[in-house]
């Protein structure tokens, strides 16, 4: 009450102060303003900003993306052309074969980050001597820039003098120069997918770190006046509990793994051939290679309302899941 | 308030000044952007005069060969200011004519006496004109380059590998006049121990994101008798790109990278090239003539240690055309200063120059000089290139032309998708479909 009381008093006299700072004729014309549009006097500015640097580029690319425009090519007239790119794109092998590429990396990458990730923060969680330091080990990929991750790996996966190779050698016995992981067809994706969950099974450890230590003692305490073995107590208490940061670690990871770009581009380039191609490097070679601006856009839009479907799908599931 | 006034006219003054120092120092300067390479280098060596003459200060941009043609592009196409001269790949030359990236310069050079006949007619054709083959000039053939081979010439000489090479293919080991004498070469080396090092056969160009496989794998191509189009102009391609010359040059490059390359050359070009040639990783190395002089300078793998060769002929003695040609930016600030390094750089002594610091000159004064052949290991050899060169598409959709190649032949090479006929009829599909939209085939 008395806290209340007081920042009554402190917000009362900042108004005051301000009031008397304002000059009268501002004042006055403030004055004769409603509510309504003192509102949007001030959330005018952010939304003409977001106008200009989100709302108009998605509606100038919509546009783009029933035309022929080229962006290197300035001067060539612009014909539309209709719903065509839409229909090349989607009747296209070749995006098909990226799409399937995309998929194929966010479901390994998320399920391998998913699985190690949640595993780590289980272990972490039971506060074991020097967890802390484990903790800031394991977190250390995701500090990275993605550049410098890509570089690295590729040191790392050089068939003649890389690490990587060796290691494998020296388990396995085979000549550490006798398989390339970038430039092989079979291993090339499995080489981003290890670098991705590499990289990001710390993110994802750190969410399901969050959740597992948002389960209250007293619901364990009261499984085990109930002589629950830890198995059960895991699968009735822990993972149900835990499971909307899991789904929600999931949806963060597949967003950003639907559009990755930088890594891939980085590690493969999308080779060999087409291997590793996925989606965004297709969108970049389209737009940036070939300059097929219009096509690129309608490629765009389609990614953009894949991305946006599924993840608006699954944001429901997960708030099913919250509700239970 | 007067005090405000003088601040406010004080602060007026000093912008009048900056500004005007600016226009002042643009005036007097040039920027001139290309790749940056070896003969960039010489060139701005070779500018230091044109600076004491002219009184006018060079500065260079000069961008890494992956990034030089996003980088450019975009930087004309965005109406930047940045390059007053230019010295751009040949392929660039159709957008830049018809976007109006180049000035035309067919009234500056008969104004003031260039004659484009004083050219190698190849360089003429491939660097300066567009439409194709018309006299409209938008650049001076600034620097003839063509892919060639280098090899070390002190492996070769080893009287040890000469005699095993002799009594298994029945021929000395020396410098392949074709195809197949160079994948035995690179067959003979592959996996070889020399001088305590396991060394491999042939680096050669399997790049995939920029030009590299195209520009490599047409090097065979050529040679095994490919062409683009049944009759130069009429874009029927069924028959010329898919023909069974091409296919079997196809095949041929795709051997040889099996063969005899090293380990992990997937995705490699000129710079990959020139480190495992230096580091001794290979026998044989494709790359430019642009780099001979630099590897011929080198304290490792130079000299006596190096030798270079014409790419070999099959069917027919080819090679795949390298070179820029150096143009005016429309949207330069300073046209005349630029219309004047381009006269002064077509003056033959400057030419002579040019060649004597490492660049290539196309200046038939230069090049039909009698002591031409034997002023460099490597100047015969670019002679007999540059009599065979061939050039890719020069179209305004060039990009697309570039990458749909670049992506079957990666296909087919390196990810061994496919058969080679198959990657040249997609190849066909592709390049169609790019020219219906261009309106050069009818739908």
């Known amino acids: 009450m008395s806290m209340a009381t007081t920042e009554d008093g402190t917000a009362g006299r900042i108004a005051d102060q301000a009031a008397r700072g304002t000059t009268p004729a501002i004042a006055r014309r403030i004055r004769g303003l409603s509510d309504k549009a003192i509102a949007w006097l001030f959330i005018a500015p952010t939304i003409l900003l977001l106008l200009a640097i989100n709302i108009f580029p998605l509606i100038w690319t919509i546009y783009l993306s029933f035309t022929n425009y080229q962006a290197n090519r300035p001067n060539r ?14 009747s296209s092998p070749d995006v098909w074969a990226a799409m399937q590429a995309t998929a194929h990396f966010v479901f390994w990458t998320i399920l391998l980050q998913t699985l190690i990730g949640f595993g780590l923060a289980y272990l972490i969680d039971r506060k074991f001597r020097g967890h802390a330091f484990w903790t800031t080990i394991i977190l250390i990929p995701m500090m990275l820039s993605p550049a410098v991750v890509g570089n690295f790996w590729k040191f790392l996966y050089q068939p003649q003098m890389g690490l990587f190779n060796y290691i494998v050698s020296f388990f396995t016995g085979i000549e550490p120069s006798s398989f390339e992981m970038l430039g092989s067809v079979s291993l090339s994706p499995w080489s981003i997918i290890i670098v991705d969950t590499w990289m990001w099974t710390p993110y994802v450890m750190l969410i399901c770190l969050a959740g597992l230590r948002s389960i209250p003692d007293y619901i364990y305490e009261a499984a085990e006046v109930d002589r629950a073995s830890p198995l059960r107590q895991f699968w ?17 990871r597949g967003i950003e793994n639907f559009k990755m770009f930088d890594m891939v581009n980085l590690l493969t380039g999308g080779g060999p051939g087409s291997t590793t191609e996925v989606a ?45 | 308030m007067k005090t405000m006034l003088k601040t406010a006219a004080a602060f007026g003054l000093a912008a009048f000044i900056a500004v005007a120092g600016q226009s002042k120092a643009e005036a007097s300067e040039l920027t001139l952007c290309w790749a940056a390479w070896d003969p ?40 930047g200011k940045l390059c007053d001269l230019l010295i751009g790949d040949s392929q660039w030359i159709g957008g830049a004519a018809e976007n109006g990236n180049y000035v035309k310069l067919n009234d500056f050079f008969d104004k003031e006496g260039i004659k484009m006949s004083d050219f190698a007619p190849a360089t003429v054709y491939a660097y300066s004109t567009w439409p194709k083959g018309t006299p409209n000039y938008w650049a001076l053939p600034a620097m003839g380059d063509a892919n060639g081979w280098f090899y070390r010439k002190d492996w070769f000489a080893k009287s040890e590998l000469q005699a095993e090479f002799k009594s298994k293919y029945n021929r000395d080991l020396g410098v392949p006049k074709t195809w197949d004498e160079l994948k035995q070469v690179a067959e003979f080396f592959q996996g070889r121990e020399i001088d305590g090092k396991k060394v491999y056969g042939a680096a050669i160009f399997t790049e995939r994101a920029s030009e590299g496989i195209t520009m490599g794998a047409t090097s065979a191509l050529y040679s095994f008798g490919f062409k ?9 391609m069924e028959g010329a790109v898919n023909s069974p010359d091409a296919v079997k040059g196809l095949e041929f490059y795709k051997s040889l990278y099996k063969c005899c390359t090293p380990p992990g050359y997937t995705d490699s070009y000129m710079g990959e090239g020139l480190d495992a040639f230096k580091s001794g990783q290979v026998a044989m190395m494709m790359n430019w003539f642009a780099f001979m002089p630099g590897m011929y300078k080198d304290e ?13 002929a099959q069917k027919v003695a080819a090679s795949t055309l390298g070179g820029q040609g150096i143009s005016v930016v429309a949207n330069t600030d300073n046209m005349d200063g630029a219309l004047a390094y381009i006269k002064w750089f077509a003056q033959t002594d400057v030419q002579k120059k040019w060649w004597s610091l490492g660049g290539y000159s196309c200046l038939n004064a230069v090049l039909n000089d009698p002591s031409f052949k034997d002023s460099q290991p490597f100047a015969a050899q670019f002679l007999d290139a540059m009599a065979g060169v061939q050039d890719f598409w020069q179209e305004p959709a060039y990009a697309s032309l570039l990458q749909a190649m670049q992506k079957r032949l990666h296909d087919y090479v390196v990810a061994d998708q496919g058969t080679a006929q198959e990657a040249l009829d997609k190849l066909i599909v592709d390049w169609t479909e790019v020219f219906k939209e261009e309106g050069k085939i009818n739908n």
């Open chain 1, 77 to 90: 007239p612009i014909t539309h052309v209709g719903t065509k790119w839409y229909q090349d794109i989607l």
């Open chain 1, 236 to 252: 009735s208490i822990t993972l149900p509990m835990a499971l909307p940061f899991i789904m929600l670690a999931v949806l963060f």
């Open chain 1, 280 to 324: 965004s490097i297709t969108l970049k070679r389209e737009a940036f290679e070939k300059w097929r601006t219009g096509y690129s856009s309608a490629f765009a839009i389609i990614l953009f309302v894949a991305v946006f479907g599924l993840a608006n799908i699954y944001v429901k599931a997960l708030n099913r899941v919250k509700q239970r």
């Open chain 2, 40 to 79: 960039a280098n010489a060139l701005v060596e070779l500018s230091k005069d044109f600076e004491k003459q002219s009184g006018i200060t060079m500065k260079f941009e000069f961008v890494p060969w992956p990034n030089f043609a996003d980088r450019m592009l975009n930087e004309m196409n965005s109406g």
């Open chain 2, 228 to 236: 683009y189009e049944t009759e130069p102009g009429s874009y029927r």
């Open chain 2, 300 to 312: 490792k793998v130079g000299g006596e240690h190096v030798g270079f060769f014409v790419n070999p």
